[in-house]
């Protein structure tokens, strides 16, 4: 085989290749995986912002818990002492002044705590929401990927030949020809070889001049499109694309 008909081998592997690629990337579950993966990453989000939200709250319980014990135990501290010696009037109304203000304080800690409390219940109850939504999703998306992997069965065998195939071909060109082909191929989004048909590249179109034809003919079998730069082969009747 010349490294003509290689050439031209390579290229309509690739094609293949590449309408196999594109067959496999419309599947309905590709767009279905696609989707819950957005999902999923939404629900992530948010779940990190309750999550967040939760800890802050019961902080903040926590806190609040932790003041009502202190200050209950600061007004039975206080009791303790005006009840363990006698007092004077002054002294008297000076425990009755700390009793007062600690028991303002309790009460303010203890009417925050059922508002605080039920914060913390609809956080927990939007992070186990949030929990289940992801369990559903992941359940949806190893539903989905089983189904894309029977379904796409076939192709991606083929794809596996067709690689292997490729390689063959691939290692019939020289490094010279190999690395103008690959340039080319990115170029020109796979089409990047085209070969004479009488004098006119069948890719382009483009009529050559007599004078190019002339050149052309005397040249290398494989050389570049003087229009649209292509890789051509200036032979015909080699197989491709």
Known sequence: MSEAEALM?????????????STLASMP?????????LARKKV?????????QRKDAQIDIDDAEAALAHYRERTAEVQLAAEAEALTHRELAGFEQQLTSLAKRVEKCAFSLPSLRERLGRLERAEENARLTLEKLDAQAAVTQEALDEGSAGLRAQIVTLSRERAAEAA????????????????FGGLAVERLHGNVPTVCRVKLQPSQFHDLMVGDEIT?????HRMLVTSEGVEGA
């Open 44 to 52: 992530t989000s948010e779940l990190t912002r309750i999550v967040g």
């Open 172 to 187: 019939l060109l020289s490094s010279e020809h190999l690395a103008s082909y690959e340039v080319a191929r990115k170029r």
């Open 224 to 228: 570049t499109c003087p229009y649209c």
């Open 29 to 37: 579950q590709q767009k279905r995986l696609k989707t819950i993966a």
């Open 9 to 21: 081998n390579l290229q309509d592997l690739d094609l293949r290749l590449l309408r196999s690629a």
